[in-house]
C-alpha cells in the first residue's frame, strides 16, 4: 500500500443533518467524531499518505483530526469531483493510485476493505474502480445498471433513474480506487451540472467508458460496512451501532 494515498472528502455542508457549527463529518459516534474513525481505518490498511478535503467549517475538521492528516482546502468549484481535483494537486510519484472515501459514510469501514478494493484495482488492470453493495431498501442511492455481461454500464442517481433502475438493489457506495495519471487526465473533462451548479464524482465512470478506460465494479458481500449519515434519524442509528460494535 506504499503507493497508494488516500483521499477523505470531507468538504460539504451537510444541510439534511442542519449542520451549522461544526462540519457533519465530527459528529461523535461512541465518543469519537465519525471522520476520526474513518481515517484510523485507513491508516490500519497501510496507507500512509491521508489528504482530507475541506471547505465548511474546516476548522472543526482540523480540530477532530489535528496532525494526522494532510488538508486541501477546496476552491471556488463546487462538487465531490472539484473537491477530488483539489486533493490530489499535490500528490506525486511514487504513489500511482488514489483510494476516495466521504467522511460521512465510511465510519464502519474495515481495514480489509480497503485492501481488497485496493487488490481488485490491481488484479482488473483497472482506471476506475467502484465499490458496490446491495441493499434491500436503496431509495434515494446512486445504482449500478450493468450490461449483458455483467459489465457496468452508468450509476444512475434515484432521482433520474427509470422504474426499472429503481427495483435495482446494487448500489454505489462511494468508495472508489483510481489510477492517478487518470484522475490527472480525466477529472477535467467532468461538466459542471447545469441544474445544481456542482461536479459530480459520479460522472468520472460515464467520461471513462467513453474514452475507452477500464472501469471495475467490485461487489462486496458484507453491506454493514457501509452506513451513511446525511440526517439525524441516521445518526441516532450510527451513534447506536457503533456503541454496540464497541462492546
Not at 45 to 61: C, P, R, T, W
Not at 135 to 146: F, K
Not at 170 to 185: A, H, K, P, V
Not at 207 to 230: C, E
Request: glycine residues 8%; aromatic residues 8%.
Amino acid at each position: 500500500m506504499k503507493n497508494v494515498a488516500a483521499v477523505v472528502l470531507a468538504a460539504g455542508e451537510g444541510t439534511r443533518i442542519k449542520a451549522r457549527n461544526r462540519n457533519k463529518v465530527t459528529f461523535l459516534l461512541a465518543g469519537k467524531p465519525m471522520i476520526w474513525y474513518s481515517v484510523q481505518t485507513i491508516k490500519k490498511a497501510g496507507i500512509e499518505k491521508i489528504v482530507a478535503v475541506i471547505k465548511f467549517k474546516a476548522e472543526s475538521v482540523k480540530k477532530a483530526l489535528g496532525s494526522s492528516v494532510e488538508y486541501s482546502l477546496q476552491g471556488e468549484k463546487k462538487g465531490t469531483a472539484a473537491a477530488l481535483e483539489d486533493g490530489i494537486k499535490n500528490i506525486k510519484s511514487p504513489i500511482d493510485k488514489i483510494l476516495v472515501i466521504y467522511g460521512d459514510d465510511s465510519a464502519f469501514y474495515t481495514p480489509d476493505l480497503f485492501k481488497f478494493i485496493v487488490a481488485e484495482h490491481d488484479k482488473n488492470l483497472s482506471d476506475v474502480t467502484v465499490l458496490s453493495i446491495k441493499l434491500s431498501n436503496p431509495s434515494g442511492l446512486g445504482r449500478i445498471v450493468r450490461g449483458t455481461y455483467g459489465e457496468i454500464e452508468k450509476i444512475v442517481e434515484e432521482k433520474v433513474a427509470s422504474d426499472k433502475e429503481k427495483i435495482i438493489q446494487e448500489i454505489n457506495t462511494g468508495c472508489y480506487c483510481f489510477s492517478l495519471d487518470f484522475l490527472n487526465r480525466f477529472l477535467p473533462e467532468i461538466k459542471i451540472n447545469p441544474v445544481s451548479g456542482e461536479y459530480y464524482l459520479t460522472d468520472i465512470v460515464d467520461v471513462a467508458l467513453k474514452n475507452g478506460r477500464k472501469v471495475h465494479v467490485s461487489f462486496y458481500p458484507d453491506s454493514s460496512i457501509w452506513f451513511g449519515v446525511n440526517d439525524r434519524s441516521q445518526w441516532a442509528r450510527a451513534r447506536l451501532l457503533k456503541t454496540k460494535q464497541g462492546k
